[in-house]
């Protein structure tokens, strides 16, 4: 029996605890991989399916492979093969991108979340971006438990929003280019999920995300995002969302 299947409130509740997994998942590891609610469901989806299993396969590693594996992905110098914040893939132009920052900041901060912690991290950062979709979830199935209709639906608005334009819009992407350059089983496991992933989430939602930019060349795959070297970021770092 699939999980996505069951009771809508348990639903929601698998949807936050993938989120949550997936953003722990881009973080540095510390421990070996604990798939938790991701070794026990199932997806109806075969796509998806496939590759939750291939995640559950892959997190068996040691932890100093992983941890190799992670360094080579999410070097000091951001990776211009896979760039894992939104901003490397939309239009190389500053102040484009800094409203991209303001415009995820502004869903945080919607929703009473700040910016911080020991690790610096960017607003648009893949690992944040993940863990917001994990919180609204959670939010969105208290509500639902607690019988506030209206609370609940605003959350399933601002996800909505959310994935259309930003995460949807780059995510996908985002997790080919990871299992396309990454030599790690795990790593690899984990890109092909996480677009799998991302597609099922938005097709369920009725979402239908917007282009990075505008034209259409980031979806023929004309042109490799890099980050601009000339962007001074000091201003713009922030920690995780919190």
Same mark, same amino acid.
């Given at each position: 029996m699939s999980a996505l299947a069951a009771a809508p409130d348990i639903e929601i509740r698998v949807r936050a605890d993938v989120y949550a997994f997936l953003s722990r998942c881009v973080q540095y590891p510390h421990e070996t991989v604990n798939? =938790?609610?991701?070794?026990? #469901?199932? &997806?109806?989806?075969?796509?998806?399916? /496939?590759?939750?299993?291939?995640? %559950? $396969? !892959?997190? !068996? +590693? $040691?932890?100093?492979?992983?941890? !190799? +594996?992670? @360094? #080579?992905?999410f070097p000091a110098v951001e990776s211009q093969d896979s760039p894992s914040y939104e901003t490397a893939y939309s239009r190389r132009d500053v102040f484009r991108q800094a409203q991209v920052m303001a415009d995820v900041a502004g869903f945080y901060a919607a929703h009473g979340l700040t910016v911080g912690g020991s690790k610096r991290d960017r607003q648009d950062g893949i690992g944040p971006e993940l863990e917001f979709m994990g919180f609204l979830s959670a939010k969105q199935a208290h509500a639902a438990e607690s019988g506030n209709a209206d609370a609940s639906e605003l959350c399933v608005d601002t996800q909505r929003s959310f994935l259309r334009d930003h995460l949807g819009a780059w995510g996908p992407e985002y997790g080919r280019r990871l299992a396309a350059v990454s030599d790690h089983g795990f790593y690899i496991?984990? +890109? @092909? &999920?996480? *677009? !799998?992933?991302? =597609? *099922?989430?938005?097709?369920?939602? =009725? %979402? #239908?995300?917007?282009? #990075?930019?505008? *034209? $259409? /060349?980031?979806?023929? +795959?004309? %042109?490799?995002p890099v980050p601009d070297p000339q962007v001074g970021w000091d201003d713009l770092n922030c920690g995780g969302v919190g």
């Open positions: 798939c =938790g609610l991701l070794g026990h #469901v199932q &997806f109806d989806d075969e796509s998806l399916e /496939e590759a939750r299993i291939g995640i %559950v $396969d !892959a997190s !068996a +590693g $040691d932890l100093g492979s992983l941890q !190799a +594996g992670h @360094r #080579v992905l496991a984990l +890109g @092909r &999920f996480l *677009t !799998a992933w991302l =597609g *099922t989430d938005m097709e369920r939602l =009725g %979402v #239908v995300p917007l282009d #990075v930019d505008d *034209t $259409d /060349e980031w979806a023929r +795959g004309d %042109v490799v």
